[in-house]
């Protein structure tokens, strides 16, 4: 199955895992989750910003999280991983040479893994439990299991921590439409994008709270697609280095969710067109038009009316994506298909 298949899969998959409610999360029954002060998300490449996102949401409801690196927890923040504290590993193959590493080492203590191969020995090596993320992604370039991560991780907020969330049945039908109605153009809406940025050199994708995690991700496989460099900043990050170097050459996507724009928000916004850079601003709440009076050549804002910001983020990645795999036809680039290193 190519890139621009299991792209087309992303709202069917997610659907199928929110159905399943809880039926995707095996915890020991001996375990009660509840009672860990802190939780851990470790993770390399699109596993590690999905646990970005499930930070930013756990911290958001009370419970403390961070996310790192597999790789850097396991060799420079090991002291986090102590008694009181839940390590959830993601994993899309289950595979992962740095997370293998880093759950090996601890012998699975404490530890729940969140993967596509909830029978393989990541997942064996966990005493707390794994959720199946329910994707089954072939391509190496991540689409749908990042996706359905975020979509796992909000699954066991609400069922294992306990956490409620307001208008979810609405949330959820709101995300998944969304996703099918950018899905159904997705050539129209990525080469829209494509030629709004035809002649830029760098590639910048803006994004903070739980939107700094697909602006992470949007960043990854742009690069990886196609083999040029794309990165990612949060709005406040923006103001310390990128605002001075921001040109005609730049062209950066903003991605706001759902919440109306904080005045920092606009402000980069504006900054970004003021300096000859062009814009691309996703969602309901992000439109500019104010700050881009005669700028409109420099400006393209993408209406849609995204559900709350827990929902948003699942459907706020896609025409990234669509746009990602556009861009990488147009590099002469095959999409999804790595060409130096063989992802796990």
């Not at 929110?18 to 039926?23: A, D, N, Q, T, V």
């Not at 829209?192 to 035809?198: A, K, P, Q, R, T």
């Not at 504006?270 to 009076?293: N, P, Q, Y």
């Amino acid at each position: 199955m190519g890139f621009r298949e299991e792209l087309a899969e992303q709202a069917r998959v997610l659907d199928a895992l929110l159905s399943k409610e809880s039926g995707c999360i095996c915890i020991s029954e001996s375990m009660d989750i509840s009672s860990f002060d802190s939780v851990v998300f470790a993770g390399m490449g699109s596993s590690y910003y999905a646990g970005i996102y499930g930070a930013v949401l756990f911290n958001r409801v009370g419970i403390k999280a961070v996310a790192l690196e597999a790789s850097e927890l396991s060799h420079y923040h090991r002291s986090l991983l102590d008694d009181s504290t839940l390590l959830i590993a993601i994993s899309q193959s289950g595979e992962s040479t740095e997370t293998m590493e880093l759950v090996r080492s601890i012998k699975g203590r404490n530890t729940m893994v969140m993967t596509n191969r909830p029978q393989g020995e990541l997942g064996c090596l966990a005493d707390i439990g794994v959720v199946d993320i329910m994707a089954g992604e072939e391509k190496a370039t991540s689409t749908k299991t990042y996706t359905n991560t975020l979509g796992t991780i909000v699954l066991l907020a609400r069922y294992a921590f306990g956490i409620g969330f307001s208008g979810w049945e609405e949330g959820v039908g709101d995300a998944l439409a969304l996703m099918r109605t950018w899905l159904s153009r997705a050539e129209d809406l990525g080469r829209e994008i494509s030629d709004f940025f035809s002649g830029i050199r760098y590639l910048v994708y803006m994004g903070s709270g739980l939107s700094q995690a697909n602006a992470l991700h949007a960043a990854l496989i742009t690069g990886e697609m196609s083999g040029e460099m794309a990165t990612a900043t949060t709005v406040g990050q923006f103001f310390h280095g990128l605002i001075e170097q921001v040109d005609h050459r730049y062209g950066v996507i903003a991605l706001g969710g759902s919440s109306l724009p904080s005045p920092v928000f606009q402000q980069a916004c504006f900054e970004v067109v003021k300096a000859g850079g062009r814009l691309v601003s996703i969602g309901s709440t992000i439109d500019c038009a104010d700050f881009m009076e005669g700028e409109k050549q420099k400006y393209f804002h993408l209406a849609a009316s995204l559900p709350a910001d827990v929902y948003a983020c699942w459907a706020e990645i896609v025409p990234v994506e669509c746009f990602a795999y556009m861009w990488s036809l147009a590099k002469g680039r095959e999409p999804g298909v790595l060409h130096r290193v063989q992802k796990k």
